[in-house]
């Protein structure tokens, strides 16, 4: 495609010292390419060193830090309030003993918002007790590939597995049944897919999106069962468990995290996927258009 030359530009450049900003991108399709665009990147990125899954590399040009997952494809940006967490996924080993992982199994996952080219990553919500003595009721296992930086993991609070001594089920978690409906919840109007529970005494709510956990009053999770309303939304009220109550255990990827998956069945990857970012209200899907993304929301809300 041609391009206007932009003569103020610097003549190689990453998305950063370009002025452009993006926080990743499709490295594949700058790796081999011809054009301008591509030689540039190719000749500012350079790799600084391999991690325990993928490599770190550097810009030429502005020193800034790139991770590029070990599939060769997603490069993204290490925001400076992001490199500690780097360090410490790449320093540690986070695998859980087989007793946490069987109570894991036995609660499961549903489809995440992070997925380029199948299912590289799954959270499992539990009650979490850490080595330290501490107990959080609504918290996850989160069993990524990649280094917790991406923009989709904005705002959340990171731990890491190491510090996890035992899970069980939580009474906040919604039932398997629940969660997949709410995983699976179809958009009727601009960022709203609801799903309709019903709690014993009869109280209706409805929750937005993918939702794992529930907490309202004296309403638990464990406590809601789905129903039908008919299309008449508005008898049951809205309500959801804000983010800062929710920690994330992060612990290494696994070969066999698909037996997580409280669905075994593939294929419904793209519709759960968008639902799971209209949750976290980014755009930032690590989708395999390969598009470029706008760099915003990288402050580190911690
Ligand atoms: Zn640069």
Redesign the pocket.
Known sequence: MPRLSRKSSPPA??????GKKYISFNWARFQHGHDAESKQVQR??KIERQLKHGWEYA??????RWYLGRDGIMMSYIHPSKAGLVEHWNAGTYEVSDEIWDELGKIGATAQGSIAGGRTSAEVPCRVTTVRGETFDMAYVSFQSRPPIDLWQDGRRIRFCDEVASVEPSPYTLSADVRLATSRAQEIRMGYAPTAVQAPDGHLFQLNWANDFFASGPYKGEDLRLTDLAGDWDQADMAGVPSEYILYFVADWRADLDSLYLDAAVGRASEQISAALEEDGDTSAEDESGELEQAGGTENRE
Do not use: I, T
Request: charge should be negative; hydrophobic fraction near 20%; include cysteine.
């Open positions: 450049a990453c998305p950063q010292c370009s500012a990125l810009c030429e040009n502005c020193g800034s």
